[in-house]
């Protein structure tokens, strides 16, 4: 490689830019498209282009790739490499990629479009008179049908192209307004026991893991029967923590005491038929070197874990999916 060659790679790696080294590329085999002048074949007006160079083929595909996704705001999905020289002398490959504005503008409005139709029938059985628990399920399918024609539309205008409009009683935010005030009509009852290992049955209520499940279900934006007297109501939903803590034994020379733990989520719906909608359950071990602290950090593990669980489901069924 000459020493001028070398100087031009250098500025072009500094730069970051595909035109640096287009214009070391001055051998008189070059495209035109090496140089940076636009291929006559792929005319702006229906494509967007982009060039890249590498060591390897692989390399300078990504790097034009790359290249229009520059030019496209992101956008590369449809890009395809459609040209390829390699300079011999320096030992650079390049490559034309390609990305056929009108063909995926088109595309993407044919894909609008269906997300239209499912989201007008979504909606269709959607009755004003219906109860809230009823209507929750079918708002939020609608704002993730509604996200994904406010994604693709931003695609379009990302392409140069101009995307239909929407209906205003349709919209992301109009459909996140009602789902949120829905939200507030739909209460969620929650319980936290402490079980008997042996028998089973139902213990002393454990009011600070309680309260860490009302905290979590009302930050998403639900409903909780009162705090005082824990009253429970005829809410959508029932949460109920069951934990159990026992302690093992260790043998009497054993200077530490270790207690289990075992905590069960059972959330059910109140409507219908009262179907149970998950059971998460988890165990684990404490140990110190006496039994009130070793108990009391078995409790404080479970309500981590009760909250994660609560947490993680609310996240995964009532919010709406991207």
């Given at each position: 490689?000459?020493?001028?060659?070398?100087?031009?790679?250098?500025w072009?790696?500094?730069?970051?830019?595909a035109?640096?080294?287009?214009?070391?590329?001055?051998?008189?085999?070059?495209?035109?498209?090496?140089?940076?002048?636009?291929?006559?074949?792929?005319?702006?007006?229906?494509?967007?282009?982009?060039?890249?160079?590498?060591?390897?083929?692989?390399?300078?595909?990504?790097?034009?790739?790359?290249?229009?996704?520059?030019?496209?705001?992101g956008?590369?999905?449809?890009?395809?490499?459609?040209?390829?020289?390699v300079?011999?002398?320096?030992?650079?490959?390049?490559?034309?990629?390609?990305?056929?504005?009108?063909?995926?503008?088109?595309?993407?409005?044919?894909?609008?479009?269906?997300?239209?139709?499912?989201?007008?029938?979504?909606?269709?059985p959607?009755?004003?008179?219906?109860?809230?628990?009823?209507?929750?399920?079918?708002?939020?399918?609608?704002?993730?049908?509604?996200?994904?024609?406010?994604?693709?539309?931003?695609?379009?205008?990302?392409?140069?192209?101009?995307?239909?409009?929407s209906?205003?009683?349709?919209?992301?935010?109009?459909?996140?307004?009602?789902?949120?005030?829905?939200?507030?009509?739909?209460?969620?009852?929650?319980e936290?026991?402490?079980t008997?290992?042996?028998?089973?049955?139902?213990?002393?209520?454990?009011?600070?893991?309680?309260?860490?499940?009302?905290?979590?279900?009302?930050?998403?934006?639900?409903?909780?029967?009162?705090?005082?007297?824990?009253t429970?109501?005829?809410?959508?939903?029932?949460?109920?923590?069951?934990?159990?803590?026992?302690?093992?034994?260790?043998?009497?020379?054993?200077?530490?005491?270790?207690v289990?733990?075992?905590?069960?989520?059972?959330?059910?719906?109140?409507?219908?038929?009262?179907?149970?909608?998950?059971?998460?359950?988890?165990?684990?071990?404490?140990?110190?070197?006496?039994?009130?602290?070793?108990?009391?950090?078995?409790?404080?593990?479970?309500?981590?874990?009760v909250?994660?669980?609560?947490?993680?489901?609310?996240?995964?069924?009532?919010?709406?999916?991207?």
């Amino acid at each position: 490689m000459t020493t001028a060659m070398r100087r031009c790679f250098q500025w072009a790696v500094v730069l970051g830019l595909a035109s640096g080294l287009a214009s070391c590329a001055t051998g008189p085999d070059a495209p035109r498209w090496v140089q940076g002048k636009p291929p006559k074949s792929f005319p702006d007006r229906q494509y967007t282009w982009g060039v890249g160079s590498g060591a390897q083929p692989d390399e300078a595909a990504a790097a034009a790739v790359a290249e229009v996704a520059r030019k496209t705001s992101g956008e590369r999905e449809g890009a395809q490499v459609e040209r390829t020289w390699v300079d011999e002398q320096a030992k650079v490959h390049w490559a034309l990629a390609v990305l056929d504005r009108t063909a995926e503008i088109e595309r993407f409005k044919g894909e609008l479009a269906a997300t239209d139709a499912r989201l007008a029938e979504t909606l269709a059985p959607l009755d004003p008179d219906a109860s809230p628990s009823a209507s929750f399920g079918v708002l939020l399918r609608a704002v993730e049908l509604a996200t994904a024609r406010e994604a693709l539309a931003t695609r379009i205008v990302r392409l140069g192209g101009e995307a239909p409009p929407s209906d205003p009683t349709r919209t992301r935010a109009e459909l996140e307004e009602q789902l949120a005030s829905l939200r507030h009509s739909l209460t969620i009852d929650v319980e936290a026991w402490e079980t008997d290992s042996k028998s089973g049955l139902l213990g002393d209520p454990l009011e600070e893991i309680r309260v860490a499940m009302a905290q979590a279900v009302l930050g998403r934006g639900f409903r909780i029967q009162s705090s005082e007297g824990w009253t429970t109501s005829a809410g959508w939903l029932l949460v109920r923590a069951r934990v159990g803590i026992d302690r093992l034994d260790l043998g009497a020379s054993d200077r530490f005491v270790a207690v289990e733990w075992k905590a069960i989520v059972e959330i059910n719906d109140r409507t219908g038929d009262g179907e149970s909608l998950a059971i998460l359950t988890r165990e684990g071990r404490s140990t110190h070197l006496n039994d009130p602290e070793a108990r009391r950090e078995a409790r404080k593990q479970a309500e981590a874990f009760v909250v994660e669980a609560l947490s993680s489901w609310m996240d995964e069924w009532t919010l709406p999916r991207s």
